[in-house]
């Protein structure tokens, strides 16, 4: 009896490590918009999951991969627009003024999904949902390995773009020294719109994961996912985006293990006393970067 019990609670970390991934995405781009303005969009998450409905607009006319390009696609799009509403031409000097904008976006994204859909979650695709996966006395679920592997992909991408291309060198470098980069010729307005759009390309894959690992979307969704973003970004280090990476693993993983212990209703108590824990005793997170940034 103890060994069935030690296999489910492992069972369920392993599955909250997987579905963590989402957590990620969701971190990185609170960390990609906090490193280069160091002003948090609190719309972000609200904004993937909005993404993540707009794709469901081709659904019945492009096969089902392809709902997760469209979903990155209007990631992108939508982060544009919340960069040129609430940011572009607010004072730089007032960072409650871009805070609270993005309040109002987030409240206002919310509650446009809930009016244009009656409050009523919509089935998403999920991919490999029938499958099943045996590794010796544990499953691995097909949808959460599928998220998981698309977590993965999209990480590496991002790693590669800010490493190796013009634009992600244009990034670190406003992210770095603003005024040195705009000596250098670089447009800090135009480097500030692209981690906007690239934010919002992750934004919106974590989205359509999101409704790949539950199997619809609701508007409710919304709120978890900014309060579990926001976790992953403090624990992982302001402006540290491997911390990012494996701080939503560990907020995956530990809020599903709570879960298996404690219960659906009692799983968020203790992500969140895993916060004050960090607040605490480690503030800078795991992989603070020098100087706070990246």
Not at 254 to 278: A, T
Request: proline content about 4%; hydrophobic content about 55%; aromatic content about 10%.
């Amino acid at each position: 009896m103890d060994f069935l019990y030690f296999l489910d609670l492992s069972q369920s970390i392993i599955d909250g490590v997987l579905f963590g991934a989402i957590y990620s995405l969701i971190g990185i781009g609170f960390t990609l918009i906090f490193g280069v303005m160091h002003k948090i969009n609190l719309s972000y998450a609200a904004a993937s999951i909005g993404a993540a409905y707009l794709s469901l607009l081709v659904v019945s006319a492009v096969p089902a991969p392809l709902v997760y390009v469209a979903a990155a696609m209007m990631g992108g799009l939508l982060g544009w627009l919340v960069y040129l509403i609430c940011f572009r031409f607010l004072p730089l000097d007032n960072p409650l003024a871009s805070l609270m904008s993005t309040v109002g976006m987030l409240l206002a994204i919310e509650e446009l999904i809930s009016h244009v859909t009656r409050g009523m979650p919509l089935n998403f695709p999920a991919l490999f949902a029938s499958t099943n996966i045996e590794l010796g006395p544990y499953f691995i679920r097909g949808d959460l390995l599928f998220v998981f592997v698309l977590g993965c992909i999209a990480m590496v991408a991002l790693m590669q773009l800010l490493k190796r291309t013009r634009l992600g060198l244009a990034t670190r470098a406003v992210a770095q020294q603003p005024v040195a980069a705009q000596l250098c010729g670089m447009s800090v307005n135009a480097t500030n719109a692209s981690t906007f759009v690239i934010a919002g390309l992750l934004g919106g894959t974590a989205g359509a994961m999101a409704g790949a690992a539950i199997g619809v979307l609701s508007p409710l969704m919304t709120l978890p996912l900014t309060v579990k973003g926001l976790v992953v970004t403090v624990i992982g280090g302001l402006g540290s985006i491997p911390g990012a990476i494996v701080a939503g693993l560990i907020v995956g993983g530990v809020e599903n293990l709570f879960q298996f212990l404690r219960g659906v209703s009692e799983r968020d108590i203790y992500v969140m006393l895993m916060l004050f824990v960090f607040l605490v005793f480690r503030p800078g997170g795991l992989f603070a970067a020098p100087g706070g940034r990246d």
